[in-house]
């Protein structure tokens, strides 16, 4: 899964598939912080679960005292689908 930049989209021919939320989410006083690396490893999955092979992050916000977490990390993305590589297979 490959991470682009809003300005690399203009180069590339891709499809947009839809968006994804990933979360990081602390339930309990003695679990770990949430982390942004783990809300953006779950958007991974779930770009994945949807067949993309690209990702553009948008942002990451931090809240506290949810109604599921006493604090979480979501990050939000676009997952795309990059075309080129089906292309280049083609010509050959």
Request: some cysteine.
């Amino acid at each position: 899964m490959k991470i682009y930049t809003n300005s690399e989209l203009r180069d590339l021919n891709y499809e947009d598939i839809g968006t994804v939320e990933g979360i990081s989410c602390k339930m309990k006083e003695n679990e770990p912080e949430p982390t942004e690396k783990e809300a953006k490893a779950d958007a991974r999955a779930l770009a994945l679960s949807k067949k993309g092979n690209g990702l553009v992050y948008s942002t990451c916000i931090t809240l506290d005292d949810t109604p599921a977490c006493l604090r979480s990390v979501s990050c939000y993305a676009r997952v795309i689908y990059v075309k080129e590589d089906e292309e280049a297979h083609e010509q050959q």
